[in-house]
């Protein structure tokens, strides 16, 4: 919304409300979506209140901790992916400083041996 967007707002932020819910209310409040509440689309699914069993709620429950540890694992190979690539620009710049000032240490060496030539 704020990059005037707005289609593309709409599309994301019903599909937010769609997985989490309460966040139609919040939507609701916030000013930046004024101009779009007429849009917000609600899905609702309708499912048969199914007692789970001790072996599923166990499972589910397993699920949702091997869910997490996904996501933790997934975001230390980001941040380690992004520092890797932070690093190698660094290098690569520190590489690029140290050709320029080869050069200029070569430069001045020709000059100063000129001189001492010419003395």
């Known amino acids: 919304m704020l990059k005037g967007e707005k289609d593309i707002a709409i599309n994301f932020l ?3 409300i769609e997985l989490e819910p309460e ?5 609701n409040q916030e000013k930046v979506f004024a101009e779009i509440k007429e849009h917000i689309t609600v899905s609702v699914k309708m499912e048969n209140e199914v007692e789970e069993e001790p072996e599923e709620i166990e499972e589910n429950q397993y699920l949702l901790k091997l869910e997490d540890k996904a996501r933790e694992y997934l975001e230390s190979t980001t941040i380690l992916v992004r520092d890797m690539s932070d690093n190698t620009i ?4 520190e590489k690029a400083v140290d050709k320029i000032f080869q050069k200029k240490l070569e430069k001045e060496k020709e000059e100063n041996q000129k001189e001492l030539g010419s003395n």
Request: glycine fraction near 0%.
């Open 14 to 16: 019903n599909k937010a």
């Open 23 to 27: 966040l139609l209310q919040t939507a």
């Open 90 to 93: 660094s290098q690569k710049a």
